[in-house]
């Protein structure tokens, strides 16, 4: 996926708040990039603008091809359900359901037939098969997030987005999520796009993203240790203030 001169400003006139100033970038499949910066400096509009939950007000936003700019409401809320898959930080399972019912929701919601084996095979690849008929609150904090990760790679996406995916879990926890989304970036070819505020988690990534004042200001190829993403962040942190 792509980001051409990508802008986004908040409210008119006066009032205006430009979150996203001309960012262009490319996320290409089979590749696990974390999107990091100051508060404010842009991360959450730029993840919510380049997967079609917001518009952007310049700029294109491009996936498998096609201008999201140019969808309609309908062929965007199709292209998002079956091309765009999303983990968030506070796991969003819905409780009455099963592992195994919500992963397959996003197919049920596509209007898609339901193979067991499907959402099965989904499971076991986020190390779950023992869990299909637990509900979330029989489950730890890492199993909810692989369930989420299994639903969101359930339609087989081009790219996911993954909110402070380890924000709400512990450190050893966070590194069996973290390492396995680097594994499913690989073994799917998916473009996996992580806003996160904590080093460690970024050092995953095949790229660091930094963000400021809306701009993209580096793009950091990996590896990357943890002290240098938190000595980059400390940089620009200061320079914020
Ligand atoms: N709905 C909105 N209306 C007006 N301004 C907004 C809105 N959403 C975000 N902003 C502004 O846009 C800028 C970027 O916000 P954004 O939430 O993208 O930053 P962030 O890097 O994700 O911050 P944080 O790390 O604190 O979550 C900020 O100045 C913010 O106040």
Same mark, same amino acid.
């Given at each position: 996926m792509h980001l051409q001169a990508v802008h986004k400003t908040y409210?008119?006139?006066?009032?205006? %708040?430009? &979150? *996203?100033?001309g960012v262009t970038v490319d996320f290409p499949s089979g590749t696990f990039t974390a999107v990091m910066g100051p508060s404010g400096s842009g991360k959450s509009t730029l993840l919510h603008c380049a997967a079609g939950l917001d518009r952007v007000t310049g700029g294109s936003v491009i996936i498998d091809g096609r201008d999201?700019?140019?969808?309609?409401q309908t062929e965007l809320t199709l292209l998002r359900r079956e091309r765009v898959g999303f983990v968030f930080q506070a796991f969003?399972? %819905?409780? &009455? *359901?099963?592992a195994e019912q919500n992963v397959s929701l996003p197919l049920r919601l596509a209007g898609r037939r339901v193979e067991s084996a499907e959402v099965r095979q989904a499971l076991a690849e986020v190390g779950l098969s023992g869990r299909a008929g637990h509900r979330p609150s029989q489950l730890s904090g890492g199993e909810q997030q692989r369930v989420a990760i299994a639903r969101a790679l359930i339609t087989r996406p081009a790219v996911v987005f993954a909110d402070e995916?380890?924000?709400?879990?512990?450190i050893k926890t966070s590194r069996h999520v973290l390492g396995l989304l680097r594994d499913l970036v690989t073994r799917h070819e998916l473009a996996v796009i992580m806003v996160t505020h904590d080093p460690v988690a970024a050092s995953y990534a095949d790229r660091v993203l930094f963000l400021a004042d809306g701009k993209l200001i580096e793009e950091v190829p990996g590896p990357v240790t943890p002290e240098d993403v938190a000595a980059r962040m400390a940089g620009l942190e200061a320079s914020a203030s």
């Open positions: 409210g008119t006139a006066r009032q205006a %708040v430009t &979150a *996203l100033d999201l700019g140019t969808l309609g969003n399972l %819905v409780s &009455a *359901l099963t995916p380890t924000g709400a879990l512990d």
